[in-house]
């Protein structure tokens, strides 16, 4: 893939994600994609930031999409090479303060096989 076509899986990544669109934004990874979030350290400890399979992702999305249904993400800032994106963007959710986060998308053939979220 190129850069521009690895930029327009990233920019329907965003518009599933405040869609909420689940099924939609799972389309985009592949089956055995990893995700590493700091949320995940803390919300589930076992995990050690560290989910593997679109089952997992699945089930820890539809859980945030549960527990802050206003959860959405304003892009800041998106940049991409043949196999690479870099994210950063805004989390928004009613009654917490905003979060800055970078989020880097590794892609192969199409869809993303790791996704990787910083933030303080």
């Known amino acids: 893939m190129n850069a521009q ?3 327009g899986i990233a920019y329907l990544w965003i518009e599933d994600f ?3 669109d689940l099924e939609s934004l799972l389309d985009l990874y592949a089956e055995d994609a990893e995700h590493f979030s700091p949320k995940l350290q803390v919300r589930q400890p076992e995990t050690k930031g560290l ?3 679109k089952d997992a992702l699945r089930a820890w999305w539809a859980n945030a999409f549960e ?3 206003s959860l959405r993400y304003e892009l800041k800032k ?3 090479d043949e196999r690479t994106v870099f994210m950063e963007y805004i989390r928004h959710v009613d009654g917490e303060a905003d979060l800055l986060v970078g989020e880097v998308l590794e892609l192969r053939d199409g869809v993303i096989i790791a996704s990787r979220v910083y933030h303080g």
């Open 5 to 7: 076509a690895n930029k």
């Open 18 to 20: 405040n869609a909420h």
């Open 51 to 53: 989910i593997k399979g």
């Open 67 to 69: 527990r802050l249904p």
């Open 78 to 80: 998106l940049v991409a």
